[in-house]
C-alpha cells in the first residue's frame, strides 16, 4: 500500500483503487471492474452509488472550461458567442475523461469517509 496524500494522488491520476491504491478501476473507456483485481473491493457499494460522481463531473467541467473561455476572450480575442462554441465543441471530446475522473474523485472521497 502506498499511504500518504502522494500515493492518493497517483492512484487518482492513475485510476486506480481507493482502498489498495493498485488495482485498476476501468477495464475499458467506459467499463468498470466489478471489483478491484488486487483486493476485491467492490467498485459500486449499492445501487445509483456513482449519482454523487455527477457533482464531481460538473466541478471538473467548469473547472477547465471557465479558464479556457476566460483565455479565448482575455487573449484569443474570441467574443463570448466565439467562446462558448469553442467550449460547446471541446466539452464533447472531454466526456471519457470527466466520466472517468469523476467517478474516481467520488470513490476516493468515499473511501476516506467511509472506509470499506
Known sequence: MKEGLP???RAMVRL????????AVFESLWKMHPFCP???????REPGYFTGAMYFSYGLG??????VGLV??????FSASQSILA???MVPLLIPLL??????L??????LLDPR
Do not use: K, T
Open 87 to 89: 467550449i460547446a465543441v
Open 62 to 67: 467548469l473547472a477547465v472550461c471557465a479558464p
Open 106 to 111: 467520488w470513490m476516493h472521497c468515499d473511501q
Open 16 to 23: 486506480r483503487c481507493p482502498r489498495c491504491l493498485d488495482g
Open 38 to 44: 488486487s483486493c476485491r473491493l467492490e467498485y459500486e
Open 72 to 77: 479565448l476572450m482575455a487573449f484569443a480575442g
Open 99 to 104: 466520466f472517468r475522473y469523476s467517478r474516481i
Open 7 to 9: 500515493g492518493r494522488l
